[in-house]
């Protein structure tokens, strides 16, 4: 369920997951502020049955023709990531009327390993 306006959204989910015969169920709330400001704040958190929860927290700019945004979030919920934190940044781009590229990148930090986890992903959109 969600509630949208121009100046801020909020958003609520109820997950009921029963893959591989295991039940887990899941709740998240997530909103979006957009002041009278070149930027706009996104946070959220989750949690579940267990009392695991996991936050996000993301801040929307424009800068020259796209938008950048940054991002952080807890991995709590992962079972291999405990307590760790995940960055991300993206800058988002219009090629034309149709067509949205984001590249980004994120690091994962894993206290399991000697090496943190990083990527780098591109997402293209297309408007019909």
């Not at 940054?70 to 934190?85: E, F, K, P």
Request: aromatic share 14%; net charge negative; proline share 3%.
């Amino acid at each position: 369920i969600a509630y949208n306006t121009d100046l801020y959204g909020v958003s609520l989910a109820y997950t009921d997951d029963d893959a591989g015969g295991v039940e887990n169920t899941y709740y998240s709330i997530q909103a979006a502020f957009t002041p009278d400001a070149p930027y706009s704040v996104s946070f959220g958190t989750e949690f579940d049955d267990d009392d695991a929860s996991t936050y996000f927290l993301g801040v929307t700019t424009d800068v020259g023709p796209g938008s950048l945004s940054v991002g952080m979030a807890t991995q709590t919920m992962a079972s291999d990531h405990d307590d760790n934190l995940q960055y991300e940044v993206a800058y988002s781009y219009d090629v034309n009327d149709g067509m949205t590229i984001t590249p980004g990148a994120f690091i994962a930090e894993n206290a399991g390993a000697t090496d943190d986890e990083f990527g780098l992903v591109v997402t293209t959109s297309f408007s019909f």
